[in-house]
């Protein structure tokens, strides 16, 4: 059973960092892609990062390049979604998710086919 696991939100003031994680389960990474995602209230949801093994490429949404660093660790089945220079706009609800494809390419990309719940971060100015 195909699962993933967001933990690590939490409340911060601007300027700050929070480092989340994705454990996942159930199927390997090796042939898929695995992104972040963030919703927050009154607004769509933003395709944040993604980082797609089999490629071994990463992509950022351009509100968060230069201030997020998606990275994994095979031997923990974890995804983590560095966050740092938060902004009160950074603000949402951040998910996980399991691409289909093995690759991230083109991004953000809304067809995952399987998603975790998801975690606050809350960014105070």
């Known amino acids: 059973e195909v699962q993933l696991q967001a933990s690590g939100g939490g409340s911060v003031q601007a300027g700050g960092s929070l480092r989340l994680s994705c454990l996942y389960s159930g199927f390997s990474f090796d042939d898929y892609t695995i992104g972040w995602f963030r919703q927050a209230p009154g607004k769509e949801r933003e395709g944040v990062s993604c980082i797609s093994a089999g490629e071994r490429s990463t992509y950022y949404a351009d509100s968060v390049k230069g201030r997020f660093t998606i990275s994994s660790d095979n031997a923990k089945k974890t995804v983590y979604l560095d966050m740092n220079s938060l902004k009160p706009e950074d603000t949402a609800v951040y998910y996980c998710?399991?691409?289909?494809?093995?690759?991230?390419?083109?991004?953000?990309?809304?067809?995952?086919?399987?998603w975790g719940k998801g975690t606050q971060v809350t960014v105070s100015s």
């Open positions: 998710a399991k691409d289909h494809r093995a690759y991230g390419s083109p991004w953000p990309y809304y067809g995952m086919d399987y």
